[in-house]
């Protein structure tokens, strides 16, 4: 930690009051020890120093008029933070919540999973302090229309390409696309991710990230000897991740007994009825509450309140940033968990990873455990520069093949440094090399 302190220390005078960034850089620096000690070059070059500031910051006015006339105005966020492996990737957040802190902690992220990949993207992250919840069709449509009018100047498929993250799924994309076509007058279909499969968009995208996060998991596990087949598994959210990491592990034979919304979760020993939570969620965007209601007396609903009490054998949290507390892994670990995979972005709090690295739980971190929902927005990219479309069973089996190389760079790259079985160390120092080795190869810029 000789070089990181002062490093660290310097971050947090220049970022004054961005807690969830400073969070993000620490759980990075803390574990680059070994690889900075064998690489002075990275050292002699600031490579750190170079990475923590974003190539470029931008933040916005988004007015726009609701159903009754009334003006309200937003802001707008992009974070465009490392463009040395391929032009900035990464999703809009719109949620109340955001602020610069929380778009620079998700695009400081987003770098060392987009290289983890082994995609040519860079990194970069998003959004609005705007809610979502409760607005009109015609209000999002002239959210997302004022705020694509200000963010469309600084994108393009070579240089900037957002996708959805919470808050964004296929309706906000579809209007934000609609929007850059009609002011640009260009077809750019490779300018945005998460597209309709009938107009650009990747089959696949949609379930990507959930079922990369379960992919991820169940390699973890048969590096340990097991599977997923037979487990009990908590997730925590019911949105888009949480949706398809329910999906998935459930075609691999585990149970599903709990997920959440900001409301509360529910509880169903059966098994999570993914039919039923679909038309509540995907279609009906309505709350986890009328799950228990339509589903009956054996499905209990428990307001405001976390997943975490219930016990599992694999926990997956994907709703949101530090969800996952010190108390939470402590009850998990008693309840006898054995592996966690983060579906969300640094859901885990960093003393309650350490409750699990203790307890020798396997744990991934959210940007090798995620990263195939970014993976396949880069298939995307890839069959909307060649004007292609492949098949669902095709793309999913270059995500399955993107998640085993993942587990593996991470598994291998910690045993190299002298942490074996640690994927945090694993995909830190392995996303971190290929990252400063461009910049070293690319000269002071
Ligand atoms: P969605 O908006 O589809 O779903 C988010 C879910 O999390 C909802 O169930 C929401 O409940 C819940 N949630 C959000 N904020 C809170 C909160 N403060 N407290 C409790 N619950 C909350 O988002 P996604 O599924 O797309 O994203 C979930 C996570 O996964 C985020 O961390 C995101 O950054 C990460 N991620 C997403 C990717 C993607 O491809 N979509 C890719 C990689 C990471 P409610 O409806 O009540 O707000």
């Not at 999906?247 to 149970?255: D, F, H, S």
Request: proline share 4%; aromatic share 8%; charged share 25%.
């Amino acid at each position: 930690m000789r070089v990181i302190e002062p490093l660290y220390a310097e971050i947090l005078r220049r970022n004054q009051g961005e807690g969830e960034f400073h969070q993000a850089v620490r759980e990075v620096l803390e574990t680059l020890d070994p690889v900075l000690r064998q690489r002075p070059e990275f050292v002699d070059a600031r490579i750190i120093e170079r990475l923590c500031e974003p190539e470029r910051q931008l933040i916005f006015r988004v007015p726009w008029a609701d159903d009754s006339g009334d003006v309200h105005v937003n802001r707008g966020f992009r974070v465009e933070f490392s463009s040395v492996l391929g032009p900035y990737k990464g999703g809009l957040r719109f949620h109340p919540s955001v602020n610069l802190g929380i778009v620079k902690f998700l695009g400081f992220e987003q770098i060392f999973k987009n290289a983890l990949t082994g995609m040519p993207i860079g990194g970069g992250k998003g959004g609005s302090d705007f809610d979502p919840k409760r607005r009109s069709d015609a209000e999002i449509m002239r959210f997302c229309q004022s705020f694509m009018t200000e963010l469309h100047r600084h994108l393009g498929e070579y240089t900037d390409v957002p996708a959805g993250d919470i808050g964004v799924g296929g309706r906000e994309i579809g209007y934000l696309f609609g929007q850059y076509r009609r002011i640009t007058n260009r077809h750019e279909s490779g300018v945005l991710t998460g597209k309709g499969v009938n107009w650009g968009g990747s089959q696949a995208r949609t379930e990507a990230t959930g079922y990369g996060c379960v992919l991820f998991t169940a390699e973890m596990l048969r590096s340990r000897g097991e599977s997923l087949d037979g487990q009990r598994v908590a997730v925590s959210g019911s949105g888009n991740v949480a949706i398809y990491a329910i999906e998935k592990a459930q075609q691999l034979g585990a149970t599903v007994v709990t997920c959440s919304d900001s409301d509360g979760y529910i509880v169903d020993e059966k098994g999570v009825d993914l039919a039923l939570l679909k038309e509540i969620k995907e279609v009906g965007r309505g709350r986890i509450s009328e799950y228990a209601e339509r589903r009956g007396e054996n499905v209990k609903f428990v307001e405001g309140a976390g997943v975490w009490n219930v016990p599992c054998d694999v926990a997956l949290p994907c709703a949101t940033q530090n969800e996952l507390h010190e108390e939470d892994a402590r009850t998990l670990v008693r309840g006898g968990v054995k592996a966690v995979a983060e579906g969300a972005n640094m859901p885990t709090t960093p003393e309650a990873v350490r409750v699990f690295q203790e307890a020798g739980v396997a744990f991934a971190p959210g940007k090798a455990a995620n990263a195939g929902g970014v993976a396949t927005s880069a298939l995307e990219m890839q069959q909307n520069a060649s004007r292609d479309s492949w098949t669902f069973a095709h793309t999913e089996e270059r995500l399955a093949e993107i998640m085993r190389h993942i587990h593996d760079s991470c598994y291998t790259t910690a045993e190299r440094y002298g942490s074996p079985g640690n994927y945090v160390v694993g995909a830190n120092i392995a996303g971190f090399e290929l990252v400063a080795d461009a910049m070293l190869a690319q000269g002071l810029i």
